[in-house]
């Protein structure tokens, strides 16, 4: 256990619809960043938020959009869904960006599993 | 961004050691190597870093060569609870939260 929760498991949704998926982050985290990965390959970059703020973004288009709150819980959203958006979506929490040192201290959660039909 | 090449999958059995080589032939001077571990229907978890020479903790041990365009990790007496994925990662410590995973090493240890 990572301390990482994520919700929902699991989620089916048709083509055109909007999703939101929540992440609550490890105690004394204040960064979180979100990965899609789809079936047989690793998990790719979508973004990360600092400090509510959005800190880096991968190669994802404008429909994915996120958000980090006070107690740096965070969401993410992705409107106007498309078959290929059907993956499972990763959060890590981690302490600040750039702070140096090992890197174990980004821990992931158990996902959500996206099926766009 | 370093790109890294692994073995698509491995076979082992219970007991042996495993080794899982990446290849980042374009590594550069400020790059780390992590390796991380992911089973079905979770998220990745760290199992090592590395910058140079060989690194060993609790679970495997990393060995990098002196011109770092490869890694080898190492995994001593495996079981079948040892069956997962393996990512080898390469980037800069400060930034590389936000690095991209490659297809990863599958492996499967057998009875």
């Known amino acids: 256990e990572t301390g990482v929760t994520q919700s929902p498991t699991h989620l089916i949704k048709t083509r055109g619809q909007q999703v939101t998926l929540r992440c609550s982050s490890q105690?004394?985290?204040?960064?979180v960043s979100w990965y899609q990965q789809a079936l047989g390959q690793g998990p790719q970059f979508i973004f990360q938020y600092y400090r509510e703020e959005e800190n880096g973004r991968g190669n994802f288009p404008p429909r994915f959009s996120g958000l980090q709150f006070p107690n740096y819980s965070s969401e993410l959203n992705v409107n106007a869904l498309e078959l290929d958006d059907s993956a499972l979506y990763l959060c890590?929490?981690?302490?600040?960006?750039?702070?140096?040192?090992?890197?174990?201290?980004?821990?992931f959660g158990p996902g959500t599993r996206l099926l766009v039909l | 961004l370093a790109k890294t090449t692994q073995p698509i999958s491995m076979d082992s059995y219970e007991g042996q050691e495993v080794n899982i080589t990446c290849s980042h032939n374009?590594?550069?001077?400020?790059?780390?190597i992590t390796w991380y571990q992911q089973f079905p229907s979770q998220g990745p978890r760290f199992i090592i870093q590395?910058?140079?020479t060989k690194v060993t903790n609790e679970v495997a041990s990393l060995f990098i060569p002196a011109d770092r365009k490869s890694s080898t990790l190492s995994l001593p007496r495996v079981s079948l609870s040892d069956t997962a994925v393996y990512y080898c990662l390469v980037g800069l410590l400060s930034n590389d939260y936000k690095l991209s995973f490659g297809a990863g090493t599958t492996v499967t240890v057998r009875a």
């Open positions: 890590a929490s981690s302490g600040r960006p750039g702070a140096g040192g090992p890197r174990e201290t980004q821990y």
């Open positions: 374009n590594i550069a001077t400020n790059d780390y």
């Open positions: 590395g910058y140079k």
């Open positions: 105690s004394g985290h204040n960064t």
